[in-house]
């Protein structure tokens, strides 16, 4: 029996940031290291659906994971006692295989990733490193381009249910801390401006001064001309330089339209004109603003709609995608032509911390960038951050600089940058560029 030998489970369920229950996993070895981790039960996500395990019934709201305590604590502790917790890859398997669904219907993706992140942790533990040091080994010493959010919290939030994100990119900066703390200034300054402009509706043409009073998803190409002229404004009043210092990048419905969904959902692809209204849109934007970074800004995924939008863009626009996530077999068919392009890695998307890694994987395989990404369901689990360095990704889409489910993510990158002191490395602008080898 080795010290490292997973000795028991346990489970409880505690909420996410909206409020909605989340499953917290605590893993205890033999020898009493123990690791603990939280994982949220989102809705049916990523191209192969990955579904939560959900009570049902009236209990918060169906919501409820009652079930997936019980099935941590039960079958799953029976399956993995006495399994080694430093042969990460052995445990999750295990995982997969006791739940024996492609979609992890049975146990539940979220318990099955809860489980794995806290085998980790535990383990990391008994061998007296930190998770990123742990997965990453000594080369874990990169910290990642932070994308900070601007929609967040007063009048931002109206905006942000309609589907517009817009984040500050400070690729400037020469570390993390000075990265964090530039865009926090573009936040603070674009939060007055918001507010001393009567802004609280710009997601409702209507309610804007000086208006076109188009229909919202009409007008949608016209409010995101406004947030970035006001993005743009925010940087210059935080003293910094457009382009140089701080940048932007934008996310799905720039143009009006809904992000592409994953495979299988029944969604036809846009038609040839449609794309091309969309390409001119969102060229037009970029265009106008120092926007670096575009993720799913066309309503098909089609490779030749992503090689047109290429094509106009050219080389100074990143591209990222998340649908390569769950399908090895595909190939990288929007990133075809010639340009930054990225892989969004989002825990929930991937399942198993071994799944994680392997998606890193394929996409270095196949020349892309990573953005390590917050979903749409947070917690103040921190496991991202951890991530984000061991697995090398240059670049995080972390949220907005509010809220704790958020800053958990860029503290712990903090504490990381001062750990490593000399070591640390921090990519800057070199963080966008395609691959990192």
Known sequence: MSRRDIARLRALEVLDAGGAPALEVCCVLDSGAAGRAVATAPDAVGPLGLAPLLDGGARHGGRGLRGAVAAVEGEIAAALAGHDASDQRGVDLALVDLDGTPTRARLGAGTLLAVSLAVARAAAKS????LYRYLGGAAATSLPLPFVSLLSGGPGRVVARGGLEVMAVPLGAASFEEALRWALDVARAFAQMLGSRGLAGLGAPAAVPGGSGEKEGADAPGTAGRMLELALGAIESAGLVPGEQVALALDSSVAGVPPSPGAGEGRQPASASEAGTEIERVAALCGR?????????????????????????????????????????????????????????????????????????????????????????????????????????????????????????????????????????????????????
């Open 289 to 437: 603003f120092p926007v670096v970074s575009l993720e799913g800004p066309l309503p098909s995924a089609e490779p030749g709609t992503w090689g047109q939008l290429r094509e106009v863009l050219g080389e100074g626009v990143q591209l990222v995608d998340g649908e390569l996530l769950a399908e090895p077999a595909r190939p990288p068919g929007p990133f075809t032509r010639p340009g930054p392009s990225a892989l969004g890695l989002e825990l929930a998307r991937a399942g198993t911390l071994t799944e994680a890694l392997g998606a890193v994987e394929r996409a270095r395989q196949a020349g892309l960038g990573l953005v390590a990404e917050v979903g749409s369901r947070e917690t103040e689990d921190a496991a991202l951050a951890d991530l984000a360095v061991a697995a090398g990704c240059a670049q995080l889409r972390g949220g907005p600089a509010s809220g704790s489910e958020h800053l958990a993510k860029y503290n712990r990158l903090l504490r990381i940058e001062r750990d490593l002191g000399e070591s640390a490395l921090f990519p800057g602008a070199a963080a966008l560029s395609r691959g990192r080898g």
């Open 127 to 130: 061998s007296g490193l930190p």
